[in-house]
């Protein structure tokens, strides 16, 4: 499977501030997504990013808050913009498309985002 | 849009016992059904998962079940270890298309716990 890094693996930010998290692939990948985790909670889908495009979101989840970019096939950044403390979960970024498997979705390590 | 629900919340099973955990979906058009394994600080790592032109499958001591007609699915753990304890997750997606093909959804999970 494909190798999945995020940057950072964890932050303390204060509120109303803001930051991007990267995602980063060792291989072409078709679909690139960004999920959410709060603590003790399922995972939920924020948006899909798409490859030199505007992201897709879910409902309930806006671009002015969670700005999404994807330059290419290997990289995407979220960015978690005006944060208050009810932002504080964490954030993956998945991937699918890779060989062989081209349908599997694998995670990324995470992002811990603890704001203040 | 699709709603997953998955039960039990916990399981607490001695070791070499079975675990089984259930979950519904509710769009009939969903078509693939992954497990993902999550341990305490750790990203999700898919086990199995299953396709809707298959009623069962299995890997090991894993086995996963499809009802598309119940639109129900189940995970099978067979003689549990310690090393089965975290939380699973299960999934539903549409495979392959264009407009929101593979945007998984999870349902709440379960705490498995194996006990010696």
């Known amino acids: 499977s494909a190798v999945i890094s995020q940057k950072p693996s964890r932050d303390i930010c204060q509120r109303g501030t803001s930051l991007t998290i990267q995602c980063q692939v060792d291989?072409?990948?078709?679909?690139m997504f960004w999920y959410r985790q709060q603590p003790g909670q399922s995972l939920t889908l924020i948006a899909t990013a798409n490859q030199g495009s505007e992201a897709t979101y879910e409902s309930g989840f806006v671009i002015d808050k969670f700005p999404i970019s994807r330059p290419n096939l290997t990289f995407s950044t979220l960015t978690v913009s005006n944060m208050s403390p009810e932002d504080s979960s964490i954030y993956l970024c998945?991937?699918?498309?890779?060989?062989?498997?081209?349908?599997?979705?694998?995670f990324g390590p995470g992002t811990r985002l603890t704001v203040l | 849009g699709e709603n997953v629900e998955q039960h039990p919340s916990t399981l607490s099973v001695q070791e070499g016992d079975s675990a089984v955990i259930k979950c519904t979906y509710s769009?009939?058009?969903?078509?693939?059904f992954p497990w993902y394994k999550q341990e305490l600080g750790k990203r999700p790592q898919l086990i199995i998962d299953i396709r809707s032109n298959v009623g069962e499958k299995k890997d090991q001591r894993i086995a996963v079940t499809l009802n598309k007609t119940a639109k129900h699915f189940s995970l099978h753990i067979t003689e549990t270890q310690p090393e089965d304890s975290a939380v699973y997750f299960c999934a539903a997606s549409k495979r392959g298309g264009t407009g929101g093909g593979n945007k998984l959804t999870f349902g709440t999970g379960t705490q498995l716990k194996v006990e010696l």
């Open positions: 769009d009939s058009a969903s078509n693939y």
């Open positions: 998945s991937v699918v498309g890779t060989f062989p498997l081209t349908d599997t979705q694998y």
């Open positions: 291989s072409q990948v078709t679909m």
